[in-house]
């Protein structure tokens, strides 16, 4: 049973302590959702733990190898997507896609893996200006798993999405767990919180564990 | 009413948004500085050529006369004496120096033969160059200037001699026909209208193009607003409003943009003292302001997307450079430079401003501003 | 090595379909510049005035001195290149000189024709306009200094004849007397070049003219070129870096892969300008000095050795780019810096018009330094220190902007 552990990560900017002693694990095939409201770092989290940012402490273990001090495995098990869409601009999806993944696996990809489950070879050759949100989204989320990741950290990936794009994303990422991969979730998403096995509330840098109880304003009323 | 409220308010916020940015602050401040240190810059030595003088006999009094006048004199010709002839050549291979003139020994006894025979013989200065230019010329016609009145005096005592049979001795002869050179000039120099303009300082030719610099800026800076603006309709910022109002929106974004540099120029102006008076800069500048935001506009629809206007803007500045009075001034260029709003502030920026002037100004932003309305209507209508 | 490769390649597709326009609209204009050139040169030598800067003459030009001055003034090569008289009256002088279509205008009193002769202080009005264009009118009070002495000092000697014959009771009609020694004041201005010689040393230690001047243009144009990459490059949004760093491209890596698209699309552009340039330069038969045994090939040979400081404006242009991201103040510095160091490094007025103390900063300056490695390659001359320099910078341009996009990855 692999399991992720993430403890005691630390961050100030300045004065300002960003988070406060971090810590929660994952295991294979689950998915951990963390919630919170606008600024309360959940995408720093998710930043640092996929390599962009530095912790000022803390750890980040996956099968005990520390990810913070090994890059190159951190770039073979971790897929991310932020917030933005990683995307350029100017190229289709088709290119930006190549980027990640070679010829003959990304035809396989689109052909019946993936990609073709996110629905991509239907804008293929959509310069990504001429994308729709969801569009983008999924395209995102193409190229971060070009690695075949371990572990996916996704913030807020169904924001400004429509119904359909949801369902779409939804059901790969329910799909990637059942394969046993792991998924840390930063959301606002109510219909993503069915995906999440384990619940955090983000809050003044501090982590809480939560349960949801299908009641939105009880929910809100904790953020 | 509620409409020109509606206009302050947005104008507001896209100001707000370009002084977030540090940079656009920084840029504000950065104009008048840099116009600063180039005015203490150009107030040193400095020159369009720099001769180097050299005198075979450092004791003739000529000679002397002549270099301590040239070393005195306020000119665009730098002169500087050098001690021997070998360094003065080496400067001038180098590039250190454009030319080395090299006064020979016995000077007014050489030139006072070449008058009565008519005969080079080596002349009275050797010039060294590197190489045959306009400037060169102009620089030996000067030189010719400097040595007039001694030349003239040479000539009167031949002519003396050898027309009326007179052998008189030069003391005689320079109560009669020696000018100094120094007397006051025949000719009094005017700034034209210069009053009017309220110019007091003339400008050294290092600084008279930042005007002209400075007014591009605010075309640029139009120009930039207007790539600012399609970026935000392809962002889809703009969608909220009316294709009409949408249209319109652009001059807000221009004058949120211009008017903050508009006033770092004007800063920049005054403090170079290059500066003809409140009102009448704020009427020029208003009015060049006006113009240049149908001039950008028309520029935006021409080329219709951020990118190929980002193409076409490096461009466009060269051709505003040499189009417009600000380096040089090529007068068979009218046809073009009328077209640009640059050329009409920098002509009457210098000038008394007349009805006439301002009514030109005005003109250019009535067409300007038909032509715009003109191809909004035809966008509104294909829409 | 493969993760960059990938990176770079992207990026150069993303230049390349931004190349077409860019390229075409480059070659568009500078082709539009190349004609308004043709246009002025061949109405500059074909016009038999060859006037640059027009002087309006107002007032009565018939005292013998003014006309000797103008005359001595429209004889000289120099000033028929550069001066044209224009007789007209004041109001006319005035309001062509407002309409820019003249340098400057002389007002010749009334009467001062009879106080010039009589010896009293007789002036004559020149009217300059305050014009940006600083450089003509330095020239045109330089050539009016000129001719201030020349009849000055000839007024003085035809004045002191006639009190010389006055007192040296000479027999002669001092008017014959007079008029004679008039004429040859107008030899001895006539024959002025023979109180001089010239030797010329040659270009061999320096650049010649016109030389100078290509190295300046390309740089200059260089310079303002940034401008063109801005809605490409500069970018607020930091994701696509966010992203590519978890996937183990550093900052450096993506640093380099964007810089170098840029370069390639910078030097595909400058090339495209600049061969064919050469080409036009040797059919139009203006040969460099440097050139002279071979113009087209070692003027494309330059061209191609010009890219290291083509790679230094490039990076200078990245920094930019990467340090200011709202589009307004990036192209408004862009051009403000690419402006003012053209200028500061002589590649508009020649360097050696500016003071000492901007001359010895300049060769550290990155436009400078271009401008001196250019000037190297031109003259055939080693060029290892000025390769230092455009390395050094290379390394801190490209340094900075990588620390600038991990400050911005942070925030």
Same mark, same amino acid.
């Given at each position: 049973?692999?399991?992720?552990?993430?403890?005691?990560?630390?961050?100030?900017?300045?004065?300002?302590?960003?988070?406060?002693?971090?810590?929660?694990?994952?295991?294979?095939?689950?998915?951990?959702?963390?919630?919170?409201?606008?600024?309360?770092?959940?995408?720093?989290?998710?930043?640092?733990?996929?390599?962009?940012?530095?912790?000022?402490?803390?750890?980040?273990?996956?099968?005990?190898?520390?990810?913070?001090?090994?890059?190159?495995?951190?770039?073979?098990?971790?897929?991310?997507?932020?917030?933005?869409?990683?995307?350029?601009?100017?190229?289709?999806?088709?290119?930006?896609?190549?980027?990640?993944?070679?010829?003959?696996?990304?035809?396989?990809?689109?052909?019946?893996?993936?990609?073709?489950?996110?629905?991509?070879?239907?804008?293929?050759?959509?310069?990504?200006?001429?994308?729709?949100?969801?569009?983008?989204?999924?395209?995102?989320?193409?190229?971060?798993?070009?690695?075949?990741?371990?572990?996916?950290?996704?913030?807020?990936?169904?924001?400004?999405?429509?119904?359909?794009?949801?369902?779409?994303?939804?059901?790969?990422?329910?799909?990637?767990?059942?394969?046993?991969?792991?998924?840390?979730?930063?959301?606002?998403?109510?219909?993503?919180?069915?995906?999440?096995?384990?619940?955090?509330?983000?809050?003044?840098?501090?982590?809480?564990?939560?349960?949801?109880?299908?009641?939105?304003?009880?929910?809100?009323?904790?953020? | 009413?509620?409409?020109?409220?509606?206009?302050?308010?947005?104008?507001?916020?896209?100001?707000?948004?370009?002084?977030?940015?540090?940079?656009?602050?920084?840029?504000?401040?950065?104009?008048?500085?840099?116009?600063?240190?180039?005015?203490?810059?150009?107030?040193?030595?400095?020159?369009?050529?720099?001769?180097?003088?050299?005198?075979?006999?450092?004791?003739?009094?000529?000679?002397?006369?002549?270099?301590?006048?040239?070393?005195?004199?306020?000119?665009?010709?730098?002169?500087?004496?050098?001690?021997?002839?070998?360094?003065?050549?080496?400067?001038?291979?180098?590039?250190?120096?454009?030319?080395?003139?090299?006064?020979?020994?016995?000077?007014?006894?050489?030139?006072?033969?070449?008058?009565?025979?008519?005969?080079?013989?080596?002349?009275?200065?050797?010039?060294?160059?590197?190489?045959?230019?306009?400037?060169?010329?102009?620089?030996?016609?000067?030189?010719?200037?400097?040595?007039?009145?001694?030349?003239?005096?040479?000539?009167?005592?031949?002519?003396?001699?050898?027309?009326?049979?007179?052998?008189?001795?030069?003391?005689?002869?320079?109560?009669?026909?020696?000018?100094?050179?120094?007397?006051?000039?025949?000719?009094?120099?005017?700034?034209?209208?210069?009053?009017?303009?309220?110019?007091?300082?003339?400008?050294?030719?290092?600084?008279?193009?930042?005007?002209?610099?400075?007014?591009?800026?605010?075309?640029?800076?139009?120009?930039?607003?207007?790539?600012?603006?399609?970026?935000?309709?392809?962002?889809?910022?703009?969608?909220?409003?009316?294709?009409?109002?949408?249209?319109?929106?652009?001059?807000?974004?221009?004058?949120?943009?211009?008017?903050?540099?508009?006033?770092?120029?004007?800063?920049?102006?005054?403090?170079?003292?290059?500066?003809?008076?409140?009102?009448?800069?704020?009427?020029?500048?208003?009015?060049?302001?006006?113009?240049?935001?149908?001039?950008?506009?028309?520029?935006?629809?021409?080329?219709?997307?951020?990118?190929?206007?980002?193409?076409?803007?490096?461009?466009?500045?060269?051709?505003?450079?040499?189009?417009?009075?600000?380096?040089?001034?090529?007068?068979?260029?009218?046809?073009?430079?009328?077209?640009?709003?640059?050329?009409?502030?920098?002509?009457?920026?210098?000038?008394?401003?007349?009805?006439?002037?301002?009514?030109?100004?005005?003109?250019?932003?009535?067409?300007?501003?038909?032509?715009?309305?003109?191809?909004?209507?035809?966008?509104?209508?294909?829409? | 090595?493969?993760?960059?490769?990938?990176?770079?390649?992207?990026?150069?597709?993303?230049?390349?379909?931004?190349?077409?326009?860019?390229?075409?609209?480059?070659?568009?204009?500078?082709?539009?510049?190349?004609?308004?050139?043709?246009?002025?040169?061949?109405? !500059?030598?074909?016009?038999?005035?060859?006037?640059?800067?027009?002087?309006?003459?107002?007032?009565?030009?018939?005292?013998?001195?003014?006309?000797?001055?103008?005359?001595?003034?429209?004889?000289?090569?120099?000033?028929?290149? !550069?001066?044209?008289?224009?007789?007209?009256?004041?109001?006319?002088?005035?309001?062509?000189?407002?309409?820019?279509?003249?340098?400057?205008?002389?007002?010749?009193?009334?009467?001062?024709?009879?106080?010039?002769?009589?010896?009293?202080?007789?002036?004559?009005?020149?009217?300059?306009?305050?014009?940006?264009?600083?450089?003509?009118?330095?020239?045109?009070?330089?050539?009016?200094?000129?001719?201030?002495?020349?009849?000055?000092?000839?007024?003085? &000697?035809?004045?002191?004849?006639?009190?010389?014959?006055?007192?040296?009771?000479?027999?002669?009609?001092?008017?014959?007397?007079?008029?004679?020694?008039?004429?040859?004041?107008?030899?001895?201005?006539?024959?002025?070049?023979?109180?001089?010689?010239?030797? !010329?040393?040659?270009?061999?230690?320096?650049?010649?003219?016109?030389?100078?001047?290509?190295?300046?243009?390309?740089?200059?144009?260089?310079?303002?070129?940034?401008?063109?990459?801005? &809605?490409?490059?500069?970018?607020?949004?930091?994701?696509?870096?966010?992203?590519?760093?978890?996937?183990?491209?550093?900052?450096?890596?993506?640093?380099?892969?964007?810089?170098?698209?840029?370069?390639?699309?910078?030097?595909?552009?400058?090339?495209?300008?600049?061969?064919?340039?050469?080409?036009?330069?040797?059919?139009?038969?203006?040969?460099?000095?440097?050139?002279?045994?071979?113009? /087209?090939?070692?003027?494309?040979?330059?061209? /191609?050795?010009?890219?290291?400081?083509?790679?230094?404006?490039?990076?200078?242009?990245?920094?930019?780019?990467?340090?200011?991201?709202?589009? /307004?103040?990036?192209?408004?510095?862009?051009?403000?810096?690419?402006?003012?160091?053209?200028?500061?490094?002589?590649?508009?007025?020649?360097?050696?018009?500016?003071?000492?103390?901007?001359?010895?900063?300049?060769?550290?300056?990155?436009?400078?330094?271009?401008?001196?490695?250019?000037?190297? /390659?031109?003259?055939?001359?080693?060029?290892?220190?000025?390769?230092?320099?455009?390395?050094?910078?290379?390394?801190?341009?490209?340094?900075?902007?990588?620390?600038?996009?991990?400050?911005?990855?942070?925030?």
């Amino acid at each position: 049973m692999i399991m992720t552990e993430i403890k005691n990560i630390k961050k100030k900017y300045g004065k300002k302590i960003v988070l406060e002693d971090i810590s929660f694990s994952v295991q294979e095939g689950k998915c951990v959702g963390i919630l919170g409201g606008n600024g309360c770092g959940k995408s720093t989290l998710l930043s640092i733990l996929a390599g962009v940012q530095k912790a000022d402490n803390g750890s980040f273990l996956w099968e005990g190898a520390d990810l913070f001090a090994d890059g190159k495995v951190r770039s073979e098990i971790l897929g991310y997507v932020p917030q933005g869409n990683p995307l350029m601009e100017e190229l289709t999806a088709w290119d930006n896609l190549r980027l990640w993944y070679d010829k003959e696996s990304l035809k396989k990809e689109l052909e019946e893996g993936v990609l073709a489950m996110l629905g991509i070879p239907g804008f293929i050759r959509v310069p990504v200006k001429k994308m729709s949100g969801g569009m983008k989204k999924r395209l995102s989320i193409g190229c971060a798993v070009a690695n075949r990741p371990k572990l996916l950290l996704l913030d807020e990936p169904s924001a400004a999405l429509d119904l359909v794009c949801k369902e779409r994303i939804g059901n790969y990422l329910r799909d990637f767990k059942a394969q046993g991969g792991s998924i840390i979730l930063a959301t606002h998403d109510v219909p993503e919180l069915e995906l999440c096995d384990e619940l955090f509330i983000m809050k003044e840098g501090v982590l809480e564990p939560y349960t949801f109880d299908g009641n939105v304003h009880h929910l809100v009323g904790r953020l | 009413m509620r409409q020109i409220r509606h206009c302050f308010l947005y104008y507001a916020l896209l100001s707000k948004r370009f002084f977030k940015k540090f940079s656009f602050i920084i840029l504000l401040c950065t104009v008048p500085l840099l116009v600063l240190g180039l005015k203490n810059v150009s107030a040193e030595d400095t020159g369009m050529l720099k001769i180097l003088l050299y005198a075979e006999d450092p004791e003739d009094e000529t000679v002397r006369e002549l270099t301590a006048k040239m070393l005195k004199e306020d000119s665009v010709i730098n002169y500087q004496s050098v001690e021997d002839v070998d360094t003065g050549k080496r400067m001038v291979a180098r590039g250190e120096a454009d030319a080395l003139w090299i006064f020979r020994d016995d000077f007014i006894n050489r030139a006072e033969k070449i008058i009565s025979t008519g005969r080079k013989g080596g002349g009275v200065i050797t010039v060294i160059e590197r190489e045959e230019n306009v400037a060169m010329q102009l620089a030996r016609v000067k030189l010719f200037g400097i040595m007039y009145p001694d030349l003239s005096y040479a000539l009167c005592k031949n002519f003396v001699k050898s027309e009326l049979g007179i052998e008189a001795t030069d003391e005689e002869l320079m109560n009669y026909f020696k000018s100094s050179g120094n007397e006051e000039k025949i000719f009094n120099l005017e700034l034209v209208e210069g009053d009017a303009a309220g110019i007091t300082e003339k400008q050294n030719y290092l600084t008279a193009p930042l005007r002209g610099m400075l007014a591009l800026m605010i075309i640029l800076c139009g120009l930039a607003a207007e790539m600012y603006y399609l970026q935000d309709k392809e962002h889809g910022i703009l969608d909220a409003f009316s294709l009409r109002r949408r249209q319109r929106s652009v001059y807000v974004y221009q004058m949120a943009a211009m008017i903050p540099v508009a006033a770092a120029i004007f800063a920049a102006l005054y403090l170079i003292r290059d500066f003809t008076g409140v009102g009448r800069e704020l009427l020029l500048l208003s009015l060049y302001l006006l113009d240049s935001v149908f001039f950008c506009n028309l520029v935006r629809k021409l080329f219709g997307t951020a990118g190929r206007l980002g193409a076409a803007i490096p461009i466009l500045i060269l051709g505003m450079l040499v189009v417009c009075p600000i380096f040089f001034y090529f007068r068979n260029l009218s046809a073009i430079q009328n077209l640009v709003p640059t050329f009409y502030y920098l002509r009457y920026s210098c000038v008394r401003l007349e009805l006439g002037d301002i009514g030109k100004m005005l003109l250019y932003a009535l067409i300007g501003g038909a032509l715009d309305m003109i191809t909004d209507w035809f966008a509104r209508s294909r829409a | 090595m493969k993760k960059f490769r990938q990176y770079f390649l992207a990026q150069l597709k993303r230049v390349w379909k931004a190349f077409p326009f860019i390229a075409l609209m480059t070659v568009l204009l500078v082709g539009c510049m190349a004609v308004i050139s043709i246009a002025m040169l061949r109405s !500059y030598n074909s016009s038999d005035k060859k006037q640059k800067l027009e002087i309006g003459i107002a007032g009565d030009t018939s005292n013998n001195y003014i006309s000797f001055g103008l005359m001595a003034v429209q004889m000289l090569d120099t000033s028929r290149f !550069y001066v044209d008289f224009s007789q007209m009256s004041e109001e006319e002088a005035k309001s062509r000189l407002k309409a820019g279509e003249m340098t400057a205008y002389v007002v010749i009193p009334e009467g001062f024709a009879e106080a010039f002769d009589a010896g009293e202080d007789a002036k004559v009005t020149y009217a300059a306009a305050n014009q940006a264009s600083g450089l003509g009118s330095a020239l045109t009070n330089e050539i009016v200094e000129i001719v201030s002495n020349v009849i000055y000092s000839s007024r003085t &000697s035809i004045n002191g004849i006639w009190s010389f014959m006055d007192d040296y009771d000479c027999p002669e009609d001092p008017n014959v007397v007079s008029d004679d020694l008039f004429a040859e004041f107008m030899n001895l201005f006539l024959g002025r070049t023979k109180f001089w010689s010239v030797n !010329y040393l040659g270009a061999d230690g320096s650049l010649g003219f016109i030389s100078y001047y290509v190295i300046a243009i390309m740089i200059l144009f260089m310079l303002l070129w940034g401008i063109t990459g801005s &809605s490409l490059f500069m970018k607020r949004d930091v994701s696509l870096a966010k992203f590519l760093k978890a996937k183990g491209q550093g900052i450096l890596l993506q640093i380099s892969a964007e810089y170098l698209a840029y370069f390639v699309l910078m030097a595909g552009t400058m090339l495209m300008i600049f061969m064919p340039a050469v080409v036009v330069m040797a059919k139009a038969n203006l040969i460099l000095p440097e050139w002279q045994n071979d113009p /087209v090939s070692q003027g494309i040979t330059f061209v /191609v050795r010009m890219l290291p400081a083509m790679a230094l404006l490039a990076a200078f242009h990245f920094f930019l780019y990467e340090l200011i991201t709202n589009m /307004v103040s990036g192209i408004l510095f862009q051009f403000i810096m690419g402006l003012g160091l053209a200028y500061l490094s002589g590649c508009i007025y020649p360097l050696s018009f500016f003071p000492e103390s901007i001359q010895r900063l300049v060769p550290f300056l990155p436009s400078g330094l271009a401008m001196k490695y250019g000037a190297g /390659v031109m003259r055939g001359v080693s060029v290892g220190t000025e390769m230092a320099g455009i390395v050094l910078y290379l390394a801190l341009f490209l340094g900075l902007a990588a620390i600038v996009r991990g400050r911005r990855m942070k925030a």
